[in-house]
């Protein structure tokens, strides 16, 4: 690859690096330097795929035990008549490596509409199924699952993060409680896994676990897809549960950055690394400035969805819990939120 | 990881990747034609060729998305010759349909929003190619979107006797049209990305790819969404059958070289209509056994734009003068 054509590949690369920085530091990491930023905060300087696919695994057990709950109303380790007629695989939860710990809170969700339910129960037994196959690939070297909170209101995880996102009545915030509740509780989840495993694509020296990863990446994706046009088709003008996406979008940026750049989150409110759905203006050839839904989450110039690294991944999921109080310093293990005893494995 | 790799290989058929572009290297030799002014791998491609291939695709994209939503194509500046590349001649465009989907005014689920957010989405994947690529990007082949009708009759949808299918004609068959895209771009780049090299990765081409997929997965989730939405709003499953067919005749093209994820050979899914809140859907596309996304190779996505299963053809459907590509000719 070294020659005058890479070499002006580079150059350009370059430049759209520039480019980048008036968008915000995170975009530019995500786009360009995936791979040549891993862990600031939580440096491991050796690891290996397996534990990419291990932090992936942890993500994992957390998801799909939420839309278990919500689709069966059991944890993935349980069966019960709903999960069983659905295909949902039952989880084997005998790994001995790290902590085990049990999950707390969650429900069945009273589905009124048949998009929604139907959804829930296809993406849980997706869930399930990427949970199983991580766990067949690491086999014996595979993460217990750690200790999960997805319980409704406060001090529960939900209530919690939508308190601290500004949703309305957000401290007592159940995902569990309607079809649109459900929508919001999924879409906390869903462009998070999709920048998890774009981050965690660049890190992986194995191509046939890049293969796996990216065909996760791609389930992710639709799913995030799937919760953002049914959030679209139930709230058209982003008046109730689509300006919560916005919400939501805003803190995941806030604590994704605190994670990667250590500063006061205000510095960088600007320049997010995820956007909710919004009416926004874009210039299409020939016709110009026309008024678009945004259903993409993804930078606004070159449509590239955002990558995130461990760090900035753990300090969402455990809201905030993988730096100290005033932003700049690593807390190891990062505890909080829907980790209340942290994440197995070497990134945690 | 050994039982890594024997999960992989079941799941996603690296072994069947790297066989065809072996037989594309060979064949390109022999074509005498490949991109010398880029370095090749030992493998016959670099990572321009990459690039390259999935900017056939999204030049394929970007026309049939800013149509629908404008009636208009990319800007001439966005489809010209890269200084440096073998290909030198800017393709037409032939549409073959009044161009522009209409939309109802007072919809509800802002359609005309939508058509121009997909469209100004893959415009910008052209254009961030073409950057990323410089003087080595290619220009726009000629691409032929009348290739909707024939396709549609191979596919059962229509007879030839019957108007052809226009997926301008109204935003369930632009649902349709879009369809027969998304699920298709998003298992190319899957497909692609492992093949980018150690130094494309460092320069940030794996990301890049690893990025678009996901937006073409957002694409395809809310393509696939909207299809079964609207099934269910209308207790229809008229476009989910349709759209099922073009499902149907993706497999059917690939026959004899499908990279099987699953033990039934096919890397499609589809859509179905759930009448209760405890049945599932199916929006996701991805294998039933793992929920792993599917991947296409070069060959297999060649053969579905091409619209023919027969090895060694070389343009067809919707590329009336092949793609621009180094993986122009199927070899598989």
């Known amino acids: 690859m070294a020659n005058q054509e890479t070499q002006l590949v580079d150059d350009i690369l370059i430049q759209s690096r520039r480019k980048l920085l008036t968008l915000g530091a995170t975009s530019l990491a995500g786009m360009v330097?995936?791979?040549?930023?891993?862990?600031?905060?939580?440096?491991?300087?050796?690891?290996?795929?397996?534990?990419?696919?291990?932090?992936?695994?942890?993500?994992?057990?957390?998801?799909?035990?939420?839309?278990?709950?919500?689709?069966?109303?059991?944890?993935?380790?349980?069966?019960?008549?709903?999960?069983t007629a659905a295909g949902a695989p039952l989880i084997t939860l005998n790994q001995t490596v790290g902590t085990k710990g049990t999950v707390t809170g969650g429900s069945k969700v009273s589905f009124t509409t048949v998009q929604v339910g139907s959804y829930a129960v296809e993406t849980a037994v997706e869930e399930g199924k990427h949970v199983a196959v991580l766990q067949s690939a690491l086999g014996s070297l595979a993460v217990a699952q750690p200790a999960i909170n997805i319980a409704a209101g406060t001090p529960g995880a939900f209530g919690t993060l939508a308190n601290a996102a500004l949703i309305p009545g957000g401290a007592s915030f159940s995902p569990y409680a309607s079809d649109a509740a459900f929508l919001v509780g999924a879409y906390v989840f869903e462009d998070v896994g999709v920048t998890a495993y774009h981050g965690a694509a660049s890190l992986l020296t194995s191509s046939a676990n890049l293969s796996v990863a990216a065909g996760i990446l791609g389930v992710e994706a639709y799913h995030a897809g799937l919760i953002r046009t049914s959030i679209s088709y139930m709230d058209p003008t982003n008046a109730g549960i689509g300006s919560y996406t916005n919400l939501i979008s805003s803190l995941r940026a806030t604590l994704a950055k605190q994670g990667?750049?250590?500063?006061?989150?205000?510095?960088?409110?600007?320049n997010p690394d995820d956007y909710g759905l919004a009416t926004v203006s874009t210039s299409l050839a020939g016709s110009g400035s026309v008024t678009s839904t945004?259903?993409?989450?993804a930078d606004g110039t070159n449509v590239i969805a955002f990558a995130r690294n461990t760090t900035q991944v753990l300090n969402i999921v455990t809201g905030g819990g993988a730096v100290n109080v005033a932003g700049t310093a690593a807390v190891s293990p990062a505890i909080g939120v829907f980790f209340p005893a942290g994440l197995n494995g070497l990134f945690k | 990881m050994n039982k890594l790799d024997s999960i992989i290989s079941k799941a996603l058929s690296r072994r069947t990747f790297l066989a065809g572009a072996g037989a594309v290297a060979a064949t390109t030799a022999i074509a005498g034609c490949s991109n010398n002014n880029v370095a090749a791998t030992t493998s016959g491609y670099s990572d321009a060729d990459i690039l390259n291939y999935a900017l056939n695709l999204e030049?394929?994209?970007?026309?049939?998305?800013?149509?629908?939503?404008?009636?208009?194509?990319?800007?001439?500046?966005?489809?010209?010759?890269?200084?440096?590349?073998?290909?030198?001649?800017?393709?037409?465009?032939?549409?073959?349909?009044?161009?522009?989907?209409?939309?109802?005014?007072?919809?509800?689920?802002?359609?005309?929003?939508?058509?121009?957010?997909?469209?100004?989405?893959?415009?910008?994947?052209v254009r961030f190619l073409r950057a990323a690529l410089g003087s080595a990007a290619i220009p726009r082949p000629a691409i032929d979107l009348s290739f909707f009708g024939p396709l549609a009759v191979a596919a059962?949808?229509?007879?030839?006797?019957?108007?052809?299918?226009?997926?301008?004609?109204?935003?369930?068959?632009?649902?349709?049209?879009?369809?027969?895209?998304?699920?298709?771009?998003?298992?190319?780049?899957?497909?692609a990305a492992p093949l980018i090299s150690a130094a494309?990765?460092?320069?940030?081409?794996?990301?890049?790819?690893?990025?678009?997929?996901?937006?073409?997965?957002?694409?395809?989730?809310?393509?696939?969404?909207?299809?079964?939405?609207?099934?269910?709003?209308?207790?229809?499953?008229?476009?989910?059958?349709?759209?099922?067919?073009?499902?149907?005749l993706r497999a059917s093209l690939t026959v004899?070289?499908?990279a099987a994820p699953s033990t039934t050979g096919s890397v499609e899914t589809n859509l179905l209509l759930p009448t209760t809140t405890s049945t599932p859907s199916a929006i996701v596309a991805a294998s039933s056994s793992n929920a792993v996304g599917f991947a296409r190779t070069v060959n297999q996505v060649h053969h579905i734009v091409y619209g023919s299963p027969t090895v060694g053809v070389a343009k067809g459907g919707f590329f009336p003068s092949g793609t621009n590509s180094i993986f122009a000719t199927t070899t598989a």
């Open chain 1, 260 to 270: 990667l750049l250590g500063v006061a989150p205000s510095t960088y409110d600007a």
């Open chain 2, 200 to 248: 494309g990765v460092a320069s940030g081409y794996l990301t890049a790819a690893a990025g678009i997929l996901a937006v073409e997965a957002y694409h395809a989730g809310y393509i696939r969404t909207s299809i079964t939405g609207r099934g269910i709003t209308n207790s229809s499953n008229t476009y989910i059958t349709i759209a099922n067919q073009v499902a149907a």
């Open chain 2, 59 to 125: 030049y394929l994209e970007a026309e049939f998305y800013l149509r629908a939503a404008t009636g208009s194509g990319l800007q001439a500046s966005d489809t010209t010759a890269g200084s440096a590349s073998p290909y030198q001649t800017v393709g037409s465009v032939t549409v073959g349909y009044a161009a522009q989907v209409p939309v109802t005014a007072s919809s509800p689920s802002n359609q005309q929003q939508i058509l121009n957010e997909i469209a100004y989405e893959e415009q910008e994947h």
């Open chain 1, 33 to 83: 330097l995936g791979a040549a930023l891993p862990e600031k905060a939580h440096a491991a300087t050796t690891y290996t795929d397996n534990d990419i696919l291990n932090f992936a695994l942890n993500l994992e057990y957390l998801e799909a035990n939420f839309y278990y709950q919500a689709a069966f109303g059991t944890t993935i380790d349980v069966a019960n008549a709903a999960s």
């Open chain 2, 156 to 191: 059962g949808i229509y007879t030839s006797a019957q108007p052809a299918f226009n997926p301008f004609l109204s935003f369930d068959a632009f649902l349709i049209g879009a369809f027969i895209f998304e699920d298709v771009g998003v298992t190319a780049y899957s497909g």
């Open chain 1, 294 to 297: 945004r259903l993409t989450d």
């Open chain 2, 256 to 258: 004899g070289n499908s």
